[in-house]
């Protein structure tokens, strides 16, 4: 499968600061929803912005090795051309919000890099309705909550049509029910237009029905990097990172630990319920 993220031998330190990222090596694969999982300060926001540019070009650092997106060095882009082909929501997502209408917001990108009133006003409506908030152009920021802002964020991205989508925990100050809901919308963008996702996230359990691949981080190196189901017994074997994964795969790894057994993939409830039935877990808990 093509790559569309490589970074190679990737070291990485900000100014008066020990090095954030170190050795770094991993692919990311065109059409995966990849996540970046590990504990507070293991470099998972730094690895965003170095697959977007950010990090080293615009926030300056001392860096080796070299960052490829879409077959390309980012050494020497623009951070706004990198834009064009790699969305970017940070955490704080509220900082990255610069106009007083909904509809000033989507098309500012597309108006600084010079396409057409006509094309702007279309690609505008079709990214609103895209995340579910089809009509609203005039409405002012203030005017909508903030899980709607962070939509309107994700339709911005959206109407420049990227091929990658880097998402830095863009659910953190959101309740269980706008999370889960913002990662169905996102992961219909990703199904319907084949958009490679990359979304940073400590609350694993909301993407365990859609991840693809993992990137496991700790203390800046990777501890794993590949589909999910490979890469998440590396984080159960380590006891500070096991409470990261999904609360379904503790279970799962712990019993097929306990009991010799090998066990599904499980992505949900039923699918663990089906698999232990199938296994047996019934007669034995009898």
Same mark, same amino acid.
Request: glycine share 8%; aromatic share 8%.
């Given at each position: 499968?093509?790559?569309v993220i490589q970074l190679e031998n990737f070291y990485f330190a900000y100014k008066r600061s020990d090095?954030?990222?170190?050795?770094?090596?991993?692919?990311?694969?065109?059409?995966?929803?990849?996540?970046? !999982?590990?504990p507070s300060g293991a470099g998972k926001t730094t690895l965003c912005k170095a697959m977007t540019g950010?990090?080293? &070009?615009?926030?300056?650092?001392?860096?080796?090795?070299?960052?490829?997106?879409?077959?390309?060095?980012?050494?020497?882009?623009?951070?706004?051309?990198?834009?064009?082909?790699?969305?970017?929501?940070?955490?704080? &997502?509220?900082?990255?919000?610069?106009?007083?209408?909904?509809?000033?917001?989507?098309?500012?990108?597309?108006?600084?890099?010079?396409?057409?009133?006509?094309?702007?006003?279309?690609?505008?409506?079709?990214?609103?309705?895209?995340?579910?908030?089809?009509?609203?152009?005039?409405?002012?920021?203030?005017?909508?909550?903030?899980?709607?802002?962070?939509?309107?964020?994700?339709?911005?991205?959206?109407?420049?049509?990227?091929?990658?989508?880097?998402?830095?925990?863009?659910?953190?100050?959101?309740?269980?029910?706008?999370? =889960?809901?913002? &990662?169905?919308?996102? &992961?219909? =963008?990703?199904?319907?237009?084949?958009?490679?996702?990359?979304?940073?996230?400590?609350?694993?359990?909301?993407?365990?029905?859609?991840?693809?691949?993992?990137?496991?981080?700790?203390?800046? !190196?990777?501890v794993a990097a590949d589909k999910f189901e490979l890469a998440a017994p590396a984080m159960y074997a380590?006891?500070?990172?096991?409470?990261?994964?999904?609360?379904?795969?503790?279970?799962?790894?712990?019993?097929?630990?306990?009991?010799?057994?090998?066990?599904?993939?499980?992505?949900?409830?039923?699918? !663990?319920?089906?698999?232990?039935?199938?296994?047996?877990?019934?007669?034995?808990?009898?």
């Amino acid at each position: 499968m093509e790559n569309v993220i490589q970074l190679e031998n990737f070291y990485f330190a900000y100014k008066r600061s020990d090095l954030v990222l170190r050795d770094i090596d991993l692919n990311i694969k065109k059409g995966s929803f990849t996540v970046i !999982a590990g504990p507070s300060g293991a470099g998972k926001t730094t690895l965003c912005k170095a697959m977007t540019g950010i990090v080293p &070009y615009y926030m300056g650092g001392r860096y080796s090795g070299d960052v490829k997106v879409l077959g390309e060095s980012t050494k020497g882009k623009k951070v706004s051309d990198i834009a064009m082909r790699v969305g970017f929501i940070m955490e704080d &997502y509220e900082s990255q919000l610069v106009s007083l209408t909904a509809g000033e917001e989507v098309a500012f990108s597309l108006l600084n890099h010079g396409f057409a009133p006509a094309e702007v006003a279309e690609r505008t409506r079709k990214a609103l309705e895209d995340v579910g908030l089809p009509g609203r152009e005039s409405y002012q920021l203030d005017e909508l909550s903030g899980g709607q802002r962070q939509r309107l964020l994700l339709a911005s991205v959206l109407a420049v049509h990227p091929e990658i989508i880097v998402l830095d925990e863009p659910v953190s100050a959101m309740d269980p029910d706008g999370a =889960i809901s913002l &990662y169905k919308l996102v &992961y219909d =963008i990703h199904r319907r237009y084949g958009t490679t996702i990359v979304v940073v996230e400590h609350r694993t359990d909301y993407l365990l029905p859609y991840a693809t691949d993992m990137i496991v981080l700790k203390e800046g !190196a990777v501890v794993a990097a590949d589909k999910f189901e490979l890469a998440a017994p590396a984080m159960y074997a380590d006891e500070v990172l096991r409470p990261l994964l999904p609360s379904l795969w503790q279970v799962k790894l712990g019993l097929e630990e306990r009991f010799g057994v090998k066990l599904g993939d499980w992505r949900n409830e039923k699918d !663990a319920l089906a698999d232990l039935k199938a296994q047996g877990f019934e007669r034995r808990a009898d």
